[in-house]
């Protein structure tokens, strides 16, 4: 049986525990200490609530990070070092050029493994692919509800209540979308990771009042050709910036271990 440890426990996190394939178990939560009486009772004790990975006394064959960049900046480094596989869905905190050089000489220092979970974007094995060939141009553009905005930067940009139609509320790099909305605009620096880097990918934030979905729209030349992607994607209904394929992909990640 393969032991995984969770850190977060919100929306992508119950997904995942609820949907934790056969051969995998958990052992391990961290999270804020207002979780820990919940988590305790929810597991009848055999699943650890803990407030630092540090307090962890054994090994998980996985480190599933489903819950902010801010905890990839605050754990990511301690899971590397101790030479466990951290799997990371917060994949924009990589566009902090430090934080991304402080977990790479953790890696090899503790011989760690990181994995960058594809999340709630497709074909990022295709751009990685054309990448060989050389890329010419890689776009992105995320289109959501105002719902799904709600509480991020965005608000400082646009009004969210009077919006009546489709608006681009936001162009710039993915460096700068991945670090002003952070738990929004991850996508854009998967994108970038898999593609021409978090400067040179264009991205552009949409919000839409008439739509319910969590709508990435990639667009990659190079080489190779072109293609165009659009996955519109159902949100969480417990957290709507959170797309449900983001979690998933969190699951398969655990589907992978169970198989190794
Ligand atoms: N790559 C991708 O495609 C996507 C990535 N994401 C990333 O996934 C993250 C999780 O999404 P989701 O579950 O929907 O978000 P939620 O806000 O529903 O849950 C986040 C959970 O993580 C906890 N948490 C956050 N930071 C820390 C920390 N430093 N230490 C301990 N616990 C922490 C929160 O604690 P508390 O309850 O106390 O607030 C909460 O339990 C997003 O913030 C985003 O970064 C999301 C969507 C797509
Ligand atoms: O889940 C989504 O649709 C995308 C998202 O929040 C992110 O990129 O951080």
Redesign the pocket.
């Known amino acids: 049986m393969k032991k995984v440890m969770l850190?977060?426990?919100?929306?992508?996190?119950q997904t995942v525990i609820e949907r934790l394939p056969e051969g995998v178990e958990l052992g391990w939560i961290?999270?804020?200490e207002?979780?820990h009486a919940a988590i305790r009772d929810r597991f009848h004790g055999k699943v650890e609530a803990l407030a630092e990975v540090n307090d962890c006394t054994g090994a998980p064959d996985l480190v599933l990070e489903?819950?902010?960049?801010?905890?990839v900046a605050?754990?990511g480094a301690a899971v590397l070092a101790r030479g466990w596989h951290l799997a990371v869905?917060?994949?924009?905190a990589l566009a902090d050029a430090a934080l991304e050089q402080r977990l790479a000489a953790a890696r090899r220092a503790g011989n760690g493994r990181l994995t960058l979970?594809a999340?709630?974007?497709a074909g990022i094995d295709g751009l990685e692919a054309a990448k060989e060939g050389g890329l010419y141009r890689v776009t992105y553009r995320s289109r959501k509800s105002p719902a799904s905005w709600r509480g991020s930067h965005a608000e400082k940009l646009i009004d969210l209540d009077s919006v009546s139609e489709a608006q681009i509320f936001f162009e710039g790099s993915a460096r700068e979308a991945a670090q002003l909305f952070?738990?929004n605009a991850?996508?854009a620096a998967?994108v970038a990771l898999g593609g021409v880097g978090m400067d040179e990918t264009r991205v552009q934030l949409m919000v839409d009042p008439q739509t319910t979905r969590n709508t990435h729209t990639l667009h990659a030349a190079g080489g190779f050709g072109e293609f165009s992607l659009e996955l519109s994607g159902l949100p969480?209904a417990?957290?709507p910036?959170?797309?449900t394929l983001?979690a998933l992909?969190a699951v398969r990640a655990c589907r992978e271990l169970a198989q190794q």
């Open positions: 850190i977060g426990y919100g929306a992508m996190a961290v999270a804020r207002r979780h489903c819950a902010s960049q801010q905890a605050q754990y869905i917060s994949t924009g979970l999340g709630a974007v952070p738990a991850n996508v998967t969480l417990s957290n910036k959170t797309s983001a992909s």
